[in-house]
């Protein structure tokens, strides 16, 4: 039960750090006129979505193997954490560490 508590703890954390870093990607892809760079901040922002939907189930149930929650949502916030830091780089906007919020 407390694994469970401090890896949603800890995930909220890094998410915050990464949501930090997504607005500033989002503001900055609103002002370029290249609907690539627009629709890839759709779609982390609705995987920020699915990762937070996820980590609250996970709290609110609290399953007894909760191992195919936290891989499934380990792979969303590693793919959410590359899709941010790959866009960041071609917008030229810097994204905070999120590691370093946990």
Wanted: charged share 30%; net charge negative.
């Amino acid at each position: 039960m407390n694994d469970v508590k401090d890896y949603c703890d800890n995930s909220y954390k890094r998410l915050i750090g990464l949501k930090a870093g997504l607005y500033d990607v989002i503001v900055k892809a609103e002002e370029v006129s290249d609907s690539t760079h627009a629709e890839s901040a759709k779609q982390l922002k609705s995987l920020v979505d699915s990762i937070e939907e996820g980590l609250e189930e996970l709290k609110n149930q609290c399953p007894a193997d909760w191992t195919p929650n936290k891989k499934r949502l380990d792979e969303n916030m590693a793919r959410l954490s590359q899709t941010l830091e790959e866009l960041a780089d071609k917008l030229q906007v810097t994204v905070p560490d999120s590691t370093a919020w946990i």
